[in-house]
């Protein structure tokens, strides 16, 4: 009888493990998939950064050439749109990040005031939006209609953001900060000195969605810069190039060249968001997964 028992269990075992191993197989599978179809479409655009027309290109070059990297790094309403770009990217990151967690800190607190109807407001905010005139006329009366401030002030406060720093300030143990009021230490020295480093990763994960979010919004500027071309970010002056008729841009060579050049552009503003990924790549897991388990 015992003998059947331990047999049984070795069968099961050996079923167990086969299954497993099938399970993880498909998983492989799926997930190269998921790579190829997500990486293919770089390489693309990447080839084509590198080719000169002519031909159709899949992945690898075609008459390789620079001339579309040299007309990119020598056009200078390029260059300005990518500093609008990195100046918002970073000062929207930066405010709107202690913002969000100025505003988490305080709805962590189970004794603040109005907490659940507060909370209740910001869901209501993330899940229906006013729409486009109501923000454009908000936009209007502040008076900074055509400015790069319309750029960063309209987003500053993303409200899942907030609630992933909420979530993960909660599961702080209340005793540091108890301990660091007890040493004379007021909220807002308590926040920033004790729970902010703690909250490190929670606090690079959101930085990373936000500045994403700032770096690729071209939205903003198609609605609140009708007369401010000056002060366009990068995807704003992608997305013009791209819709700009060719008898436009005169050289026929460059009209012949545009949609390699469109590539190179492309390709040339994504390199800050890869540059700063690896950095925070680190933090990402911890601070999402931590973030999301309480709510």
């Given at each position: 009888m015992e003998h059947l028992k331990g047999k049984q269990l070795k069968e099961t075992r050996r079923n167990k493990i086969r299954d497993s191993r099938a399970f993880h197989a498909v998983n492989y599978v799926l997930l190269a998939l998921i790579i190829l179809i997500c990486?293919?479409?770089?390489?693309?655009?990447?080839?084509?950064?590198?080719?000169?027309?002519?031909?159709t290109v899949g992945i690898w070059p075609v008459d390789f050439t620079w001339f579309n990297y040299e007309y990119v790094f020598t056009t200078w309403p390029y260059f300005r749109?990518?500093?609008?770009?990195?100046g918002v990217t970073v000062g929207g990151t930066v405010l709107s990040v202690a913002i969000m967690f100025a505003a988490a800190y305080a709805l962590s607190k189970p004794d603040l005031p109005f907490r659940k109807g507060l909370m209740v407001f910001f869901i209501i905010v993330m899940l229906f939006s006013g729409g486009i005139v109501p923000n454009f006329f908000v936009v209007r009366m502040l008076g900074i209609l055509n400015t790069p401030f319309a750029l960063v002030l309209p987003s500053l406060v993303q409200v899942y953001n907030m609630i992933l720093l909420k979530s993960y300030l909660e599961g702080v143990p209340k005793e540091i900060e108890e301990s660091a009021v007890i040493d004379g230490a007021g909220n807002l020295q308590a926040m920033v000195y004790i729970l902010l480093p703690i909250a490190?990763?929670?606090?690079?994960?959101v930085a990373l969605f936000t500045a994403v979010t700032y770096w690729n919004n071209y939205f903003s500027a198609?609605?609140?810069?009708?007369?401010?071309?000056?002060?366009?970010?990068l995807a704003?002056?992608?997305?013009?190039?791209?819709n700009t008729m060719p008898d436009v841009l005169g050289d026929q060579t460059?009209?012949?060249?545009?949609?390699?050049?469109?590539a190179a552009m492309i390709i040339v503003s994504i390199i800050p968001v890869l540059a700063v990924y690896p950095f925070v790549a680190k933090y990402f897991v911890k601070g999402v997964t931590v973030g999301s388990v309480k709510g």
């Open positions: 990486i293919l479409p770089f390489f693309n655009v990447l080839a084509k950064s590198l080719s000169t027309y002519g031909e749109a990518f500093f609008v770009s990195v490190v990763p929670s606090v690079a994960s198609l609605i609140y810069l009708p007369n401010a071309s000056q002060w366009w970010p704003m002056y992608i997305l013009n190039y791209i460059l009209l012949l060249q545009k949609t390699y050049i469109e």
